[in-house]
Structures are given as C-alpha cells and as structure tokens.
C-alpha cells in the first residue's frame, strides 16, 4: 500500500503559509518545506520564511538548517526530504510538501534519478573557467545550443545547473532535459495529492507588491547587508536568490536603493509567472483558485474533501 503524502504549492505570495499550517492541524499533518532559499539561516525576510511563532505547534522541515554558503540542490533537497518523510511516517502523520519549488517536488513525487556524479571532472571545471571569463549569460548560450529546452527552465545565474546540463549533454550525447522528461513519466511510489494554489493574476501582483513593501519595512535592506558583512560572496548560490541579488548593485553604488526594490518586485512577477508555467506542465495536479472560495476555512473543506476521495488517511491532530 502507497503511503500519503499531500502537496501544497502555487506560485509565491499566493499564501501557501497559512493554509498550510491550517491543513496539518485538520489531518495530522508535518510540513516539508520545498522552497531552494528557506533551507538557509541568516535569510529570514528575504525568504519569506516562516518563524518558530507562525508554527503553531506544527513540525516543519527544511527550514533553517543550512548555512548560506551550504550547497543546496535538488539531489540534497530529495535527499533530505526523504529522510524528514521517514521521520514524519514514523510519527504517524501525514507528511505536506509545501513550497512553490517545482523542480524539488517533481524530484520527491517521481523519486527521479537526476544521475549526478559526485567527484569534479575536468569539463566542469573548464566550463567553471568560462563562467568565470566570459560570464554567466555566455555559458548559458552554450546551453541553449544543445539543450533549449533546459535552457528555458534553468535561470542562467544558477550556473551550477547549467555546467550540469552541459556536462550530461558531453557525457551521454542527449539532452539532460529528455533524461528528466522520462524520469518525470515514472509513476509515483506515493498514495499523493498535488494541490496548486493560484489567484487571479492582478491579485496575486498586488500580494507580490504588498510583501516586498513589508519585506522593506522589515528590514531587508539591513539583512542583505548583515549578510555581506558576515561574508557571504554574491556569488553563492543562495545570494543570487530573489531579494538578495537585487540589492548588491545598490550596495556597490551601481543602482538606487528605489531600482533594488522596484527590480525586486518586477523579477518577483516574472518568477511567479514561470511557476505558474511549470505547475501547468505537471500532471495529476487539482488546482484550487482562491478567487472561487469565499474564505480560507471554505477552501480548506474543499482539500479536505478531496484528500478523502483520494483515500488519504485523515487524523486529527488535536
């Protein structure tokens, strides 16, 4: 028999926190988070991160446990996530995946061999030479040329990623994108729910704004400082996230303090919009428009009453 596992996600800022907190109190749930930058300490606002008060007693995972300049990728997130899942079984909850990550979730849901090889080689590291010399954009041109499709889906600062697409393409002779492709057809080895959150797009531009101007009022300016101060290179993988990146020209002198927070809030928009793109490639999705329940405890009777049709055990936590 295939154990449960419920998935909540949708794009950022459609307000996956608290529904989320609200479900595991309704079926004896744990939380995993599947979000690439909460996993780091020190990135609290920037992040969105959800605090120790805001859990209401729930167990979360993946949360604060790394540094920043810790390597997080979607083979340690699979590896991590698998081993909180293990946990939670234990316990006998019901592990919720919740996060807006979509490549984490499709690795966990379809347990998918990503084949990464462990040790550096030397085409690694002549591609990380040429990242160096010619510059991120460069190397992803190279990508773009063998393997489009993974060049629309890796961001060309995530330079990692693209040497690794690179590198499989040297390797084996076909696109790492057409790996993932028959990886992602794999069947699921859990009894799952795969739950999209969305919102008109208006609305959801609205909440983007909104939280980057709280982001502000919270300090983020002053986090993203601290962070440098403490040492952390631009050029980490979790400084090249989503309201870190655009403030370190601001700190050189190169932009305004404004042009950060307007860029923020503009990047922040396009990503919701390629995370809506992904979530519609995924299949046994049941999405869920907030602009269709007239409250959160209604939208949640509605998952309720799917998780029940799907056979997922319900136990409540109180």
């Known amino acids: 028999m295939k154990k449960p596992l419920i998935i909540l996600t949708g794009p950022t800022a459609v307000g996956k926190t608290s529904l989320s907190i609200h479900l595991a109190k309704a079926i004896g749930g744990e939380i995993i988070s599947a979000d690439s930058m909460q996993i780091y300490k020190h990135m609290d606002i920037g992040t969105a991160k959800i605090l ?84 991120a954009i460069a190397l992803h041109q190279k990508l773009k040329e063998i393997d489009p499709v993974s060049a629309e889906k890796i961001h060309p600062n995530n330079v990692k990623r693209v040497i690794r ?78 309201g870190y990146k655009e403030f370190i020209p601001y700190f050189k002198g190169e932009r305004t303090l404004e042009e950060a927070v307007y860029i923020l809030k503009r990047d922040t928009r396009h990503f919701a919009k390629r995370q809506l793109t992904w979530f519609k490639r995924e299949k046994d999705v049941t999405w869920l428009s907030k602009k269709d329940y007239p409250s959160e405890d209604v939208l949640l009777e509605q998952i309720l009453t799917y998780a029940e049709k799907n056979n997922i055990m319900m136990r409540n936590r109180d």
Do not use: W
Not at 84 to 90: K, P, R
Not at 206 to 222: A, K, S
């Open 165 to 242: 697409a690179i590198e499989y393409f040297e390797q084996t002779g076909e696109p790492i994108s057409k790996h993932n492709e028959i990886q992602a057809k794999k069947e699921s080895p859990y009894n799952f729910l795969y739950l999209v959150l969305t919102h008109d797009r208006e609305v959801l531009y609205h909440r983007i704004d909104q939280r980057v101007d709280c982001m502000m009022e919270q300090g983020l300016e002053e986090e993203v400082k601290h962070l440098l101060n403490m040492g952390y290179s631009e050029d980490l993988v979790s400084m090249q996230g989503l």
């Open 52 to 135: 120790p008060d805001e859990m209401d007693g729930i167990p979360h995972y993946l949360v604060d446990e790394l540094e920043p300049d810790d390597e997080f990728n979607v083979v340690r997130f699979q590896h991590m996530a698998k081993k909180a899942m293990e946990q939670i079984y234990n316990n006998g909850h019901i592990p919720i995946i919740v996060g807006g990550t979509g490549f984490y979730i499709q690795a966990l849901l379809y347990d998918i061999d990503f084949s990464k090889p462990e040790d550096e080689t030397p085409y690694r590291t002549m591609l990380s030479q040429y990242a160096k010399e010619h510059g």
